[in-house]
Each structure stands twice: as structure tokens, then as C-alpha cells.
């Protein structure tokens, strides 16, 4: 048996968690041989009890780790464990980390740069309007929207980054073969077929269950540097996965709602115990571009900034012009062959956009 399907075996057990089964991993460095012990054993093993051991010593678990494979394979679907170079590394900064991960579509590089839209399945007209705009927003500048494919605003936010021409990821509280809600079908489509991914830490045959989207949404708070409320209710599964992303030490942001909507309650709430609000997709990478390098580490490749690369026109043409020795409008309405008036205007926006800042003698890049 191979240390991937062992770990697969493990993770298609009923009733154990990714926890307790890192507490018999902890024990040998050859996960296989977890099988090959005996109930006395097992028992000693904080956490695991007569029923989990019988589980784990039922040699037919063995053959639905072969069934599992086959039946992910016939509609294309990866099955990942934390053995395999291409599982989501993200994921390990949660403290119970799933021990595989099943995956449709594809992560690339980019979704580094990766940002949660939560909010409830029946938002207002306010949210609606604000996920697609947010999202839409995002998407164009190269950030990659990961929602959890729900009715309401995940799937307002799927819809608008893929409107976007961006990339989006869907993080699923059922198996990839029953997929919830059935509506989201064709979007789900969409998103595999090459804009993002779908991603599940269920077996290929697991129905939705309430139970499952506390576990989905701590999936969703680890792959993004940030979380995005939309709105929230008191009582919102937003909350969860704006809880955890502050547990994973990620900033929370949220736009402000009415006062007068009890659809805001929560997320109002949020603001006034410390998160960050946000009126524009310019502040969520005001937020987030620092943590992207970090996590890029050092000696990365320097890349250009998500806001400087969603420049066009002429406000891309005088910031290319400028790097980090000023430079005086005269000189830029010479080599830029446009008006002083139009040099003037356009580095106003950058400034105050925080892509350019003043100095003597002119102006240089800020990012």
C-alpha cells in the first residue's frame, strides 16, 4: 500500500477526523502499517475507541479506497493527498488539515493571490449589486475569488469573477459527485472546465449535510489571504468563515450595510469588533499585497503589483514612465508627448490610488 493510498483509506473512514487520524500518523513513519495493527493498539491511541478501531482493521476499507479512485477518475476528478506535490499547501496552515482533497479543474500559481466573497443565500438587492461589482473587480486584476457555491452570494460571486475573465475556485459542502446545489450544475461546469477549480474534502458519493459547511468554510478561509463580507445576519454562516480567517490570522474585510437591515447585523458587527472596511477593491489590496509577498517568501521573482497591472491607457503609459528616481511632469509631457494638464490629472489618480507618491523633484512609483 502506498503512503497516498493509506491516507486516502484513513480519510474515507466514517467518524474520523482529520485530528484523530494525524494522532495515529504521529505514531509511525510508514502510514500503511496503521492497518496492520491490532485492536489493543489502535485503542491505546488518544481518541480512538473500539468502533474507530474496528473501522480501521475492516479489510474492506481496502477495497474502497480502489473504488474511490475509480469512481473520481471516470468524471475527472483528482483525488489529492498531502502526499501528492499538487495538493493546495494553504490548507496546512489550518490546525486539522484534511488528509486528501478531491479536485476538479485545476490550481495554478496565480491563485496565490486569492480572496474569499461570503455572504448569505438571500442577500439584498445592496449585496447582490456589491458581490458582482467586488468580485468583477477582483477578477480583472488578477485575483482569484474562492466562494463555497451556495445559493445566493457565492454563486453571485462564481458568476461575476468568471464575467470577470478571472479565475475562481468553489469549495463544496458535499462529494464532487453530488453536487449542491443542483441549480449550479452548468456554473460548476464553467469553473472546471478551465477558470478555476472545485474542491472537496468529501468522497466522491457524500450528500450536502449541515454538519459540512462549518468544515467547507475553514477551507475557504485557508485559501484566500483575505476574507470579504458581503453582508451578514447574527446568526450567518459568513461569520464562521470570517471566524476562522481570523484564527488563520487573515484580515476580514467588510463592506458597511444598513443600520436598517437585519441582513447587516452581523457584519456591522464585525466592523465595530475590528475588522477592516472597505469601499473599494483598491483597499482589499491595500490589505492583501503585503501578505502575497510574504508568501511568495524571499527570493521570489518580484512581480508587478495586482493595481499597477489593471492600469490602462494612459495611466499605464506615465506609470511605466516613472520607477524610483522622481521625475518632474516637464520631463514626463516630453517623453509622453501628452499635455501638461493631462499628465497632471492622471498622476492625481495614481496618487491617490497610492501608486505614486511626491517627492523632491518629482514623482516615483509607490508599489
Known amino acids: 500500500m502506498t503512503p497516498a493510498d493509506a491516507l486516502l483509506r484513513l480519510a474515507l473512514i466514517p467518524g474520523l477526523g482529520p485530528i484523530t487520524a494525524r494522532k495515529l500518523l504521529a505514531e509511525t513513519d510508514d502510514p500503511g502499517a496503521i492497518f496492520r495493527w491490532s485492536m489493543d493498539r489502535l485503542m491505546a491511541i488518544d481518541g480512538i475507541g473500539p468502533e474507530r478501531a474496528r473501522k480501521i482493521c475492516d479489510p474492506r476499507a481496502g477495497d474502497a479506497v480502489a473504488a474511490e479512485r475509480a469512481a473520481a477518475v471516470a468524471v475527472g476528478v483528482r483525488i489529492l493527498t498531502t502526499e501528492d506535490a499538487d495538493y493546495p499547501r494553504a490548507l496546512s496552515t489550518l490546525a486539522d488539515p484534511?488528509?486528501?482533497?478531491?479536485?476538479?479543474?485545476?490550481?495554478?500559481?496565480?491563485?496565490?493571490?486569492?480572496?474569499?466573497?461570503?455572504?448569505?443565500?438571500?442577500?439584498?438587492?445592496?449585496?447582490?449589486?456589491?458581490?458582482?461589482?467586488?468580485?468583477?473587480?477582483?477578477?480583472?486584476?488578477?485575483?482569484?475569488?474562492?466562494?463555497?457555491?451556495?445559493?445566493?452570494?457565492?454563486?453571485?460571486?462564481?458568476?461575476?469573477?468568471?464575467?470577470?475573465?478571472?479565475?475562481?475556485?468553489?469549495?463544496?459542502?458535499?462529494g464532487l459527485g453530488a453536487l449542491y446545489p443542483e441549480e449550479n450544475t452548468a456554473l460548476a461546469e464553467r469553473i472546471a472546465a478551465g477558470s478555476g477549480a472545485l474542491l472537496s474534502e468529501f468522497p466522491m458519493a457524500t450528500p450536502p449535510a449541515p454538519g459540512h459547511f462549518p468544515r467547507r468554510n475553514r477551507l475557504v478561509a485557508a485559501l484566500s489571504l483575505a476574507t470579504l463580507v458581503i453582508e451578514a445576519g447574527e446568526k450567518s454562516g459568513a461569520l464562521i468563515t470570517a471566524r476562522l480567517a481570523i484564527e488563520l490570522g487573515r484580515?476580514?474585510?467588510?463592506?458597511?450595510?444598513?443600520?436598517?437591515?437585519?441582513?447587516?447585523?452581523?457584519?456591522?458587527?464585525?466592523?465595530?469588533?475590528?475588522?477592516?472596511?472597505?469601499?473599494?477593491?483598491?483597499?482589499?489590496?491595500?490589505?492583501?499585497?503585503?501578505?502575497?509577498?510574504?508568501?511568495?517568501?524571499?527570493?521570489?521573482?518580484?512581480?508587478?503589483?495586482?493595481?499597477?497591472?489593471?492600469?490602462?491607457?494612459?495611466?499605464?503609459?506615465?506609470?511605466?514612465?516613472?520607477?524610483?528616481?522622481?521625475?518632474?511632469?516637464?520631463?514626463?509631457?516630453?517623453?509622453?508627448?501628452?499635455?501638461?494638464?493631462?499628465?497632471?490629472?492622471?498622476?492625481?489618480?495614481?496618487?491617490?490610488r497610492r501608486l505614486v507618491k511626491k517627492q523632491p523633484g518629482g514623482f516615483v512609483r509607490a508599489v
Open 98 to 174: 484534511p488528509l486528501a482533497v478531491w479536485m476538479r479543474g485545476s490550481l495554478e500559481p496565480s491563485d496565490q493571490l486569492a480572496v474569499a466573497v461570503v455572504g448569505p443565500r438571500r442577500p439584498s438587492a445592496y449585496g447582490h449589486r456589491q458581490a458582482t461589482r467586488f468580485s468583477t473587480g477582483l477578477a480583472r486584476i488578477g485575483a482569484t475569488v474562492v466562494s463555497g457555491l451556495a445559493r445566493g452570494i457565492d454563486t453571485i460571486a462564481h458568476e461575476a469573477a468568471l464575467a470577470g475573465k478571472g479565475r475562481t475556485v468553489a469549495v463544496l459542502g458535499s
Open 251 to 352: 484580515p476580514v474585510l467588510v463592506l458597511p450595510g444598513s443600520i436598517d437591515n437585519p441582513e447587516c447585523a452581523g457584519s456591522n458587527q464585525l466592523i465595530r469588533d475590528g475588522a477592516t472596511l472597505v469601499a473599494s477593491v483598491d483597499h482589499i489590496l491595500e490589505e492583501v499585497e503585503p501578505l502575497l509577498t510574504l508568501s511568495k517568501g524571499a527570493g521570489a521573482a518580484p512581480k508587478e503589483s495586482p493595481r499597477a497591472a489593471a492600469l490602462t491607457g494612459r495611466e499605464k503609459q506615465i506609470y511605466q514612465m516613472l520607477d524610483d528616481s522622481p521625475r518632474g511632469v516637464d520631463d514626463l509631457v516630453r517623453v509622453c508627448d501628452l499635455p501638461p494638464s493631462v499628465i497632471s490629472t492622471v498622476l492625481l489618480s495614481l496618487e491617490l
